[in-house]
C-alpha cells in the first residue's frame, strides 16, 4: 500500500492488502508500526497483511506470523519468495542502475543523470552476450567506452556541464566513439535548445548544445505522444527494423540525415558521421538494432559476434512473467 493509498481507497471505497518487503528488514515492524499509525476507517479496510521477498524456508516465519496476527488482529495470507525476475524497473529505485559491468568484450555507458527516466529502453543491451551495460554519473566511471548514451533535458545538460561529462562525450565523439542519444539526450546533442516560455525549465531561457548533431529545439506546452514502427537509416544500423514510442515536449529541426524513417514515411531523429538521435523509445526491443549496433563495434574491435540469435525484448519480457 504506497503512500497516498488510504485517501484513494476511501475515494473508490476498496478493500485493501498491505503488503511487506522483508528484503529490506524489520518487515514485522513495518506491518505492525503501519497498522497502527492509520486512522481507525482506514485500518477498517485492511483485509490482510502480505509479505513479500521472502527467501528461504517459510516455516522459520510461523511463530512470527503468528506474533503478527495477534498484535494486529489481521490474517497474515501468504508469504511471497523472492524470484529473481527481470522485468522494467522503476526508474528512480532500480537496482540495475548501482549493479556493476559484467565482464563482456563489449562496453556499454549510459548517462545517470539526474532526472534519468524511460532509462529501460537500455534493457535489451544488458540481454546480449557480448554487452556489457554500466550506469555512470563521472567522467572517472565513464571512462573509454565503446557506446555511451544519453538522456534528459534542460537541467540534466547544465549537471551534465558542471560535473564534465559533456567535455568527456565531446572528447570520446572526437575520437571516433559512437554516441547515441534518446529523447532529451537527442535534444542535448543539437545546437541549442530554447525554453522561450519557461515549459521547460521554469524560467524562459536558451541553452548551447554540446553541438554534435545539426538540430535545434524549442520547448512548448504541446507534448508529443504516438506508438509508431520504424525502419533504421543510419548505417551502420540501416535496415533494421524499430517498434516503439515517443514521448516528449519540443520540436526538433533537423537539418542533417535522419535516423530512421517512421512507417507513414516521416524521417526521425538524426546522425552526424558517428553520433546518432533518435525521440523513439523502444528502439532496441525488436532485437534488430541491437544486433546491427554489436555487430558494428565487434568489427570496430576485431572481434566476432556471437552466432546465437538475440530473443526480441517482447519474447524475452513474456519469459520472465512466465517465471
Not at 124 to 135: K, T
Amino acid at each position: 500500500m504506497p503512500r497516498g493509498s488510504p485517501a484513494f481507497a476511501k475515494l473508490v471505497d476498496a478493500p485493501v492488502l498491505l503488503a511487506g518487503d522483508i528484503d529490506r528488514g524489520g518487515v514485522f515492524a513495518q506491518l505492525y508500526g503501519t497498522v497502527e499509525l492509520l486512522e481507525a476507517d482506514e485500518r477498517a479496510r485492511i483485509r490482510g497483511l502480505i509479505i513479500n521477498k521472502f527467501r528461504g524456508d517459510v516455516e522459520i516465519l510461523r511463530p512470527g506470523l503468528a506474533m503478527l496476527e495477534e498484535k494486529t488482529q489481521l490474517p497474515v495470507l501468504g508469504v511471497i519468495p523472492y524470484l529473481k525476475v527481470d522485468i522494467e524497473d522503476e526508474d528512480s529505485l532500480s537496482t540495475r542502475l548501482e549493479a556493476g559491468r559484467a565482464v563482456k568484450p563489449l562496453d556499454a555507458a549510459i548517462l545517470r543523470l539526474p532526472h534519468i527516466s524511460n532509462f529501460t529502453d537500455f534493457m535489451p543491451l544488458e540481454q546480449h552476450p557480448l554487452l556489457g551495460v554500466r550506469y555512470v554519473q563521472s567522467p572517472r566511471q565513464l571512462g573509454t567506452p565503446d557506446v555511451p548514451g544519453t538522456k534528459n533535458t534542460i537541467d540534466d545538460l547544465l549537471w551534465l556541464r558542471q560535473c564534465g561529462l559533456e567535455a568527456a562525450v565531446l572528447k570520446l565523439a572526437a575520437q571516433g566513439t559512437p554516441v547515441l542519444g534518446v529523447c532529451g539526450g537527442y535534444q542535448m546533442l543539437g545546437h541549442t535548445l530554447a525554453d522561450p516560455d519557461g515549459e521547460e525549465s521554469g524560467t524562459p531561457c536558451t541553452l548551447r548544445g554540446l553541438a554534435l548533431l545539426p538540430t535545434d529545439t524549442v520547448f512548448n506546452a504541446e507534448k508529443q505522444l504516438r506508438q509508431t514502427h520504424a525502419t533504421a537509416e543510419a548505417i551502420p544500423f540501416a535496415g533494421a527494423k524499430l517498434t516503439g514510442y515517443e514521448i516528449h515536449a519540443g520540436r526538433t529541426t533537423v537539418q542533417g540525415s535522419p535516423f530512421c524513417i517512421l512507417a507513414d514515411g516521416t524521417p526521425e531523429g538524426c546522425v552526424q558521421a558517428n553520433v546518432f538521435g533518435t525521440y523513439l523509445h523502444g528502439l532496441f526491443d525488436t532485437g534488430e538494432l541491437t544486433e546491427k549496433l554489436t555487430a558494428f563495434l565487434c568489427k570496430k574491435k576485431g572481434i566476432s559476434p556471437a552466432d546465437a540469435p538475440l530473443l526480441s525484448m517482447e519474447q524475452y519480457r513474456q519469459q520472465q512473467f512466465d517465471l
